[in-house]
């Protein structure tokens, strides 16, 4: 087991894996990664969906019968994802019955197509938690406009959701106010709220490559690299602020946990960064670290775990943020194209899923 690993569980930071695949779990390479290397946890996306439908066979006998079937498309992603998720959270279970449910989680996306239509995204959240039926699921929902409601409506009906596709720090105080409302209607409605969990996914590489690309354009390389540190590091205070609050107090005393941060696009884009600098820079008690194999093998290998690199960093922080802007950084326009981009690439991820999904029915079929 990596000593560095080990460190930042430690430290108070759950380590999460930032994919699944069929293969994965059919070799017992997740049983290996929650053996050996402190993962506690689970994420997917279209991405991830679509990239291991394509590699190898292992999906090959379940296709072949939902073909045998007739099942139509949409049908058939949602037999596909779902039994996968359904094999990670059963691998998981001990660890979430270990932690008393605190980790031990698996995350689904609901269909990014719905990311601007609440009613719809409510709905198959609801239909994903039944397809699924485990406890330590997570549903994930982003946190557009149109997401806010339904992240509250989620939650009441006593279903625990994965927020995903925060940028901003202003939509990430919507986030947690949707996650409080949520709760409060959930005990207004006879749910156990210690039972209902959540976690807030907050984007870090994105936005060092957003930013970037703008400081480039400017000749400013004073700053570069720094932003997606500085932009987590606030939304961790924003989060200590509003754990502070008399209307979260009220909450917790009736047993509710808190929706942790969690720091997701960890993996470092730029070549001339810091491999691990994602993870090394965001150690704090209370969150989540989702990370790709490429990333977790490398803190493992060579990362440098010293102790809270959050807390008594805020100062910091807020000086970069207004360096960028005066620098001519528009942080608004930054964070709302991140979201929209954010929106579209899962989008087209989900119809590549698709259209993967359609290729190899119609292959079975002959």
């Not at 108070?12 to 997740?30: H, M």
């Not at 994802?81 to 059963?90: E, L, N, Q």
């Not at 961790?236 to 969690?262: M, V």
Request: no cysteine; proline share 3%; hydrophobic share 40%.
């Amino acid at each position: 087991m990596s000593d560095n690993l080990k460190k930042l569980s430690n430290e108070g930071v759950s380590i999460w894996l930032d994919d699944i695949s069929r293969e994965r779990l059919r070799t017992g390479n997740l049983a290996d990664l929650i053996r050996d290397k402190q993962v506690v946890g689970v994420t997917s996306n279209p991405t991830i969906f679509a990239k291991a439908l394509s590699k190898g066979s292992a999906y090959d006998e379940q296709v072949r019968d939902l073909t045998i079937r007739g099942v139509d498309v949409e049908e058939a992603s949602r037999s596909i994802t779902t039994y996968d998720i359904r094999w990670a959270a059963d691998v998981l279970r001990p660890v979430y019955d270990r932690t008393d449910g605190v980790d031990g989680r698996v995350s689904i996306e609901v269909d990014p197509r719905l990311a601007n239509d609440t009613e719809k995204t409510a709905a198959e959240a609801k239909a994903l938690w039944w397809m699924v039926d485990r406890p330590n699921l997570f549903i994930k929902i982003p946190a557009t406009l149109a997401g806010l409601p339904a992240i509250t409506a989620t939650l009441a009906e006593g279903i625990s959701v994965n927020v995903t596709l925060i940028f901003s720090l202003e939509r990430y105080g919507q986030v947690i106010d949707a996650f409080f409302e949520g709760l409060e209607k959930a005990r207004a409605n006879g749910h156990d709220v210690s039972k209902i969990d959540s976690v807030a996914s907050f984007f870090v590489s994105r936005v060092d490559t957003e930013i970037d690309k703008r400081l480039d354009k400017l000749g400013n390389s004073d700053l570069l690299g720094k932003a997606g540190v500085a932009n987590a590091r606030l939304a961790y205070e924003l989060f200590e602020n509003k754990s502070a609050t008399d209307r979260w107090t009220a909450l917790k005393d009736a047993g509710a946990r808190p929706q942790r941060p969690l720091w997701a696009s960890t993996g470092v884009k730029n070549p001339d960064y810091r491999d691990t600098m994602y993870v090394e820079d965001l150690v704090a008690p209370q969150t989540v670290n989702t990370m790709p194999e490429a990333t977790l093998d490398s803190v493992a290998d060579h990362g440098r775990i010293d102790g809270d690199t959050v807390r008594g960093h805020y100062d910091e922080a807020h000086a970069h943020m207004a360096a960028l802007k005066e620098a001519g950084v528009d942080y608004d326009d930054v964070v709302r194209v991140l979201e929209e981009e954010g929106v579209e690439k899962f989008e087209a991820s989900w119809i590549e899923l698709l259209d993967t999904i359609k290729t190899e029915l119609q292959d079975k079929a002959g």
